[in-house]
């Protein structure tokens, strides 16, 4: 084997290495950083009053709030799917509508369709968790079904399995389960339950 494909196999199984110490060192730093920083730079929380409002009103805990926000839009306010979804919580207008048609939110105070307003489309998030919440049995069902659909979790609850982790078909919502499920222990560990930093 000439020199280059040497050099070239070296480097290559360098990479994985270098890639497994460095999410090594970052989950280190995460772990012994202050709460301060790690509330500043990794979990932080926009619109307290609007999550506030809406979460009360809806009887959803704005802690989830503020992981399904993180997880769906980065905290971006602007932030669209390339399905249609639109805002910091990523809401379809389709089911923005028909939440309100429900009565879970008044659309003549919260318009459908102005979902890039921050207010509005976490009014909208908390009542689809709502809605969810009364339909299903536990805050991982409403998760799962926030990424897939209420009839989806319903019809993989349908099967028998007591834990929607392990019934879950769809790879991208068992990563978004553990995703939220993280990050939303990551905010309960940094603020209380009206949002204060802890």
């Known amino acids: 084997m000439d020199d280059r494909k040497l050099r070239f196999w070296r480097w290559f199984r360098t990479l994985p290495l270098m890639a497994v110490l460095i999410v090594g060192l970052l989950s280190f730093l995460v772990s012994v950083a202050p709460g301060a920083l790690l509330r500043r730079v990794l979990f932080p929380v926009s619109y307290e009053d609007a999550i ?41 207008p389709s089911t923005a509508e028909t939440l309100a048609g429900l009565g879970y939110v008044d659309s003549s105070y919260y318009d459908p369709y102005s979902l ?9 998030g908390c ?34 399995i007591p834990d929607i982790s392990s019934a879950i078909t769809y790879p991208e919502t068992r990563i978004y389960l553990v995703k939220v499920n993280e990050v939303y222990s990551a905010y309960q560990r940094l603020y209380d339950s009206e949002l204060n930093p802890r």
């Open 116 to 124: 890039t307003d921050p207010a509005t489309c976490i009014e909208y």
């Open 52 to 92: 506030a409002e809406s979460s009360a009103r809806h009887g959803v805990d704005p802690l989830l709030v503020c992981a399904v926000i993180k997880c769906e839009s980065g905290w971006n306010p602007n932030a669209e799917s390339g399905v249609g979804a639109v805002g910091l919580m990523q809401v379809m």
């Open 127 to 160: 009542a689809c968790l709502d809605y969810l919440d009364d339909h299903l049995e536990t805050t991982d069902q409403v998760i799962a079904a926030y990424n897939a659909g209420l009839g989806t979790v319903q019809e993989w609850m349908g099967g028998g």
